[in-house]
């Protein structure tokens, strides 16, 4: 453990002793989980929060069922991407005025990369080329090559390795790079990417960056304006907790605001919506990259989460993140050496997310074996199991009695049963 306030825990009751000091210990009580689980996949589909089915029934009942249509303003409906996007901006340094919550992430995706490759073509139209991490999350990778397709002028994704990007570019960065677009954190591995340093490495090379925060908001500190970053798009179902596929957001830098062309024109990013002309007019700011009508409930749900990490010191988060996570990779070394597992996330603080991932080759049925008794992480392709720590549900006693079951499970073979072996359409 690196904390200078802890030892390093012996047994599960050092663990016990840590909780009990844990200065966060109390947002557990922020939300419901069952009492015979151990969650631990928040990186993939955070907890459900305290209040939100009384939220959600609350705009069905009384917002929607007694105020009908009035609610768009009586209850502030229309407002809602902007009110949340100023919580957003606030966990992930935006600035006011810079953030929407609005459509899914890959929409996102799509909109922020149209924009910056039509900046791009106007101001140096030789660039064609568009760099992203070969171990980006699949979508992202997906959507900039569906988009670099439709644009049929020459247009080229190409993938890289992390270590490229740790290494500033050195081989890629050539003066036909127009976009670059990066995930923050790696959803397989957990590595974290230096945001500041790479983005000016992107920048000294002429080229745009868009950061895909979906594995990092609401797990760390992020400076988005004070890293230089053009854009970033993310989530808010996982680490901030908004609820199965709750919208995702968009951020833009104040200085190219005004500079994005919405390739999705709907009315909702009009100047004048309700003027209902047949002409399109980009609204000022950040409304321009809102598109169609929102989904309310989703909403209003996934303010709850955002109001829980605008009450939290990211920095304690952090610092409790790295605590777990040490103490995980600690004893997963030292009592499950006789397994053929494999740490691939990084051991350095300033390269380490909020997940420990371990390979193996029966990964799948060991993750299989481990949910049975309810201890929940998730499974990636190839042989990856990831355990997502969120600092605000779990603990120190959470991390030893995971590490000794999957002991349990791997020295009895337990992962071995044929119903362990079975896939659902969701791994």
């Not at 600035?95 to 140096?124: E, H, R």
Request: with cysteine.
């Amino acid at each position: 453990m690196t904390s200078p306030e802890h030892s390093a825990p012996r047994d599960r009751t050092d663990c016990e002793r840590l909780d009990a000091e844990d200065p966060l210990r109390e947002f557990k009580d922020e939300f419901i989980l069952p009492s015979d689980t151990i969650y631990l996949d928040g990186n993939s589909l955070g907890a459900r929060t305290k209040g939100a089915a009384e939220r959600a029934q609350e705009v069905i009942t009384d917002e929607w069922g007694t105020g009908l249509i009035r609610s768009w303003n009586t209850a502030g409906w229309f407002d809602l991407p902007a009110t949340l996007g100023e919580k957003v901006a606030g966990i992930i340094g935006g600035g006011t005025g810079s953030t929407v919550v609005t459509d899914t992430t890959s929409i996102n995706l799509f909109k922020a990369a149209s924009a910056a490759l039509k900046m791009q073509a106007a101001d140096a139209p030789e660039r064609r080329v568009i760099l992203t991490q070969r171990e980006n999350f699949p979508s992202d990778i997906y959507m900039l090559q569906g988009l670099a397709e439709q644009l049929d002028a020459g247009y080229e994704v190409r993938l890289v390795d992390d270590a490229e990007v740790t290494a500033g570019f050195p081989n890629t960065m050539t003066d036909t790079v127009a976009l670059v677009v990066l995930t923050h954190v790696n959803y397989r591995t957990g590595r974290l990417f230096d945001m500041a340093t790479t983005t000016s490495a992107i920048h000294d090379g002429g080229a745009m960056v868009i950061w895909d925060l979906c594995h990092s908001a609401g797990a760390l500190e992020i400076d988005l304006a004070g890293s230089g970053a053009d854009m970033a798009i993310g989530c808010t179902y996982k680490f901030l907790n908004g609820g199965p596929g709750s919208p995702a957001f968009i951020w833009v830098s104040e200085a190219l605001q005004n500079r994005f062309t919405q390739p999705l024109s709907g009315w909702w990013g009009h100047a004048r919506p309700f003027e209902m002309s047949p002409d399109y007019a980009p609204a000022e700011g950040i409304r321009r990259y809102l598109t169609g009508t929102q989904g309310v409930i989703s909403l209003a749900v996934a303010e709850l989460g955002l109001d829980i990490a605008n009450k939290v010191d990211m920095a304690a988060v952090r610092q409790k993140s790295l605590q777990l996570s040490d103490l995980f990779i600690e004893l997963v070394e030292s009592r499950l050496a006789d397994h053929p597992v494999e740490l691939v996330t990084p051991r350095e603080h300033d390269h380490r997310g909020s997940q420990v991932s371990i390979t193996h080759p029966e990964g799948f049925a060991i993750m299989s074996a481990l949910i049975e008794r309810g201890i929940i992480g998730d499974y990636r392709e190839p042989e990856v199991l990831r355990f997502g720590l969120t600092p605000l549900y779990l603990g120190f006693t959470d991390v030893w009695d995971t590490v000794e079951a999957l002991r349990d499970i791997l020295d009895n073979r337990i992962w071995d049963a044929p119903a362990h072996k079975v896939r659902g359409a969701v791994t």
